[in-house]
């Protein structure tokens, strides 16, 4: 698999990475034993970038991690947690003791000593522009908690801010098909300064696997159900924020331009990665087979211009009328 520099980390990471959300919650139940064959799965097929939170499962996505990274002791990955959503979120919260207390439990949770990427999770705007909070950052990797810190924003203000702090590695944000608002600036802002960028929800909550229609259902405990207009977190995460039967929409466009002998879901990540900045993108898998076919669009051919003209074409004309520029 082709490797990408992540940013400031120095890392080198593959160009597909596996998201961890779905092997923590929110996305219906994933056994023990699944989620070690997804990370096997994802791993042996050449994924060495591997993207998960505290918050997840409440810390269980992070222990599934730590199990499997004991299984596998010498392999070369990298693993991206974040941090702050575990409590109310106002900026007084995003503190050094609070930070400290938050990675002593991820690194306990993942097993080892100095977490690779940590990631504050989509915290309140101001903290953005908080030189304390960049202070504190930058102390947790003096004191050897973390070797790097970067952050996931919801938009592209937040993004940017993050992107002018010298000591941020990476900035993870929403990109896919059905958002490309971050082309225009994030993206190459974050390839002059340096930073990587990390691209979350690339199948729009599955939209863009091609697989739903009209009379898909979801699990009463899975987002894409109950978070559908913003309910418990921004709306933006759930299907890119746009509305499920004007995603349908665009993906029946969107389908015909996908080669015969590759998915739509790979033909998305496709899509990802030939954008010029992309570190990594982290599709979410709840079983080896997701997770084998996520992994095998690294080596699908890059998209024509022709047909990343369609994807914007089917953007503009169905997408942006809808969600505008709030991200």
């Known amino acids: 698999m082709e490797k990408r520099v992540l940013g400031r980390t120095g890392r080198q990471v593959g160009v597909i990475g596996l998201g961890a959300w779905q092997l923590g919650a929110d996305w219906g139940e994933v056994a023990e034993d699944d989620a070690l064959a997804t990370l096997s799965a994802a791993v042996d097929d050449g994924v060495s970038f591997l993207d998960t939170a505290d918050v997840y499962g409440d810390g269980r996505s992070e222990q599934l991690i730590g199990t499997f990274l004991k299984s596998r002791p010498g392999a070369d990955l990298t693993v991206a947690t974040k941090m702050g959503r575990r409590v109310p979120q106002v ?63 919801e938009t592209r203000a937040e993004a940017l801010t993050a992107i002018a702090r010298p000591g941020v590695a990476s900035v993870q944000l929403i990109l896919n098909m059905l958002r490309l608002g971050p082309l225009a600036d994030v993206l190459p802002a974050a390839r002059e300064a340096g930073v990587g960028i990390i691209a979350r929800v690339p199948l729009a909550s599955g939209l863009l696997s091609g697989k739903y229609d009209e009379h898909t259902t979801f699990a009463e405990n899975d987002h894409r159900n109950y978070n559908r207009h913003g309910e418990a977190f921004d709306v933006g995460e759930t299907f890119s924020g746009v509305d499920f039967a004007t995603g349908l ?8 331009l996908v080669p015969e002998d590759v998915t739509m879901a790979q033909f998305a990540l496709r899509w990802i990665v030939d954008q010029p900045g992309v570190s990594v993108v982290i599709p979410g898998a709840r079983n080896p087979k997701q997770a084998a076919g996520n992994a095998a669009a690294a080596a699908v051919a890059p998209l024509s211009e022709a047909d990343l003209a369609a994807v914007r074409e089917v953007y503009d004309e169905l997408i942006a009328p809808q969600i505008g520029e709030r991200w």
Do not use: M
């Open 91 to 153: 900026p007084e919260a995003y503190t050094l003791d609070n930070f400290r207390a938050w990675n002593d439990r991820s690194r306990k949770n993942l097993g080892v000593d100095t977490l690779d990427l940590v990631q504050l999770h989509c915290p309140p705007t101001p903290v953005y522009s908080s030189d304390e909070v960049f202070d504190a950052l930058d102390t947790l990797v003096d004191e050897g908690r973390i070797a790097a810190y970067g952050v996931s924003v």
């Open 249 to 256: 929409q665009a993906v029946r466009r969107l389908a015909p």
